[in-house]
């Protein structure tokens, strides 16, 4: 009788004996994959500078300005451009040693540079997103308490102003979502809410002051619970402007019913 071991066998074409691995034995181990250091920095950079940006746009107007240098260039750009070129500035400073790689580099390198790091970007971003879909579930369900209805965490179809409790924190501060006409209003799209309107999850306590606006805005457990995350402050040494608007982004859309996250979506204005 054969060792079970050796796995089953079976004979060629050519009669030459062929072992198969039996299905008890692991198979050879995998050689382990090493990211590549810009992907990494590009995660960081989409998630504490700008999430959105195209990096070799970024790169091209980039490297133009830095050739002309000179304050007289700086102040003739749009706000726009200034903008653009500040994002730039600090992508040179996230990635060390990018600007002498760049200009060193032929034009085939410089956009497999720009792909890693836009790789990096929108990784992280999906990655953020998925692991929104369920954690969000869990904080904004009260402490000993369940939703009702039940939300699933793997499914987004009842969530945004389909439902009280999304729908009260996506409410725009202002509104009142225990007004019925609102809440239905709300539901079917005839009250239009742009990105740029601030709902009431972003304030402490969920509460919104219209005495005092600034009040309480950007302090709520919501955000603190998803900056607190650890994929979300790995390199992160300090809390920015563009990191909190990328949390309360993300925020918003796992609020939301809509299944794709995209950032020319006239819905969640997420841009």
Same mark, same amino acid.
């Given at each position: 009788? #054969?060792?079970?071991?050796?796995?089953?066998?079976?004979?060629?074409? $050519?009669?030459?004996?062929?072992?198969?691995?039996?299905?008890?034995?692991?198979?050879p181990r995998k050689k382990?994959?090493?990211?590549?250091?810009?992907?990494?920095?590009?995660?960081?950079?989409?998630?504490? /500078?700008?999430?959105?940006? $195209?990096?070799?746009?970024?790169?091209?107007? +980039?490297?133009?300005?830095?050739?002309? @240098?000179?304050?007289?260039?700086?102040?003739?750009?749009?706000?726009? *451009?200034?903008?653009?070129?500040?994002?730039?500035?600090?992508?040179?400073?996230?990635?060390?040693?990018?600007?002498?790689?760049?200009?060193?580099?032929?034009?085939? *390198?410089?956009?497999?540079? +720009?792909?890693?790091?836009?790789?990096?970007?929108?990784?992280?971003?999906?990655?953020?997103?998925? +692991?929104?879909? @369920?954690?969000?579930?869990?904080?904004?369900?009260?402490?000993?308490?369940?939703?009702?209805?039940?939300?699933?965490?793997?499914?987004?179809?009842?969530?945004?102003?389909?439902?009280?409790?999304? @729908?009260?924190?996506?409410?725009?501060?202002?509104?009142?979502?225990?007004?019925?006409?609102?809440?239905?209003?709300?539901?079917?799209?005839?009250?239009?809410?742009?990105?740029?309107?601030?709902?009431v999850f972003l304030y402490?306590?969920?509460?919104?002051?219209?005495?005092?606006?600034?009040?309480?805005?950007?302090?709520?457990?919501?955000? /603190?619970?998803?900056? $607190?995350?650890?994929?979300?402050?790995? +390199?992160?040494?300090? /809390?920015?402007?563009?990191?909190?608007?990328?949390?309360?982004?993300?925020?918003?859309? @796992?609020?939301?019913?809509?299944?794709?996250? #995209?950032?020319?979506?006239?819905?969640?204005?997420?841009?």
């Amino acid at each position: 009788m #054969s060792n079970s071991s050796e796995g089953d066998s079976s004979w060629t074409a $050519n009669g030459q004996k062929c072992i198969h691995p039996s299905v008890l034995e692991l198979g050879p181990r995998k050689k382990p994959t090493t990211q590549d250091p810009l992907v990494h920095r590009g995660r960081h950079f989409g998630r504490a /500078v700008h999430a959105f940006c $195209n990096v070799l746009t970024l790169f091209t107007n +980039g490297i133009i300005l830095l050739s002309e @240098g000179g304050s007289d260039t700086l102040e003739s750009l749009t706000v726009d *451009e200034r903008k653009e070129f500040a994002a730039f500035r600090e992508l040179l400073r996230v990635v060390p040693g990018l600007e002498s790689r760049l200009m060193a580099s032929s034009e085939e *390198e410089v956009v497999e540079i +720009g792909e890693l790091i836009q790789k990096g970007i929108n990784g992280a971003r999906a990655d953020d997103t998925k +692991g929104m879909k @369920g954690a969000i579930i869990d904080w904004i369900t009260p402490k000993g308490q369940s939703l009702s209805p039940h939300i699933p965490r793997n499914v987004k179809s009842g969530r945004g102003f389909n439902h009280e409790r999304t @729908g009260a924190l996506l409410c725009p501060a202002g509104l009142d979502w225990t007004n019925i006409q609102t809440q239905t209003k709300l539901m079917n799209g005839e009250i239009q809410v742009p990105g740029d309107q601030w709902p009431v999850f972003l304030y402490a306590d969920y509460s919104y002051d219209p005495e005092d606006p600034w009040n309480g805005l950007l302090q709520s457990g919501l955000l /603190v619970s998803i900056m $607190n995350r650890r994929p979300l402050i790995l +390199g992160m040494r300090c /809390v920015t402007k563009a990191s909190i608007a990328y949390v309360a982004m993300q925020a918003r859309f @796992g609020l939301t019913s809509a299944q794709i996250f #995209s950032r020319t979506d006239l819905i969640t204005d997420s841009e």
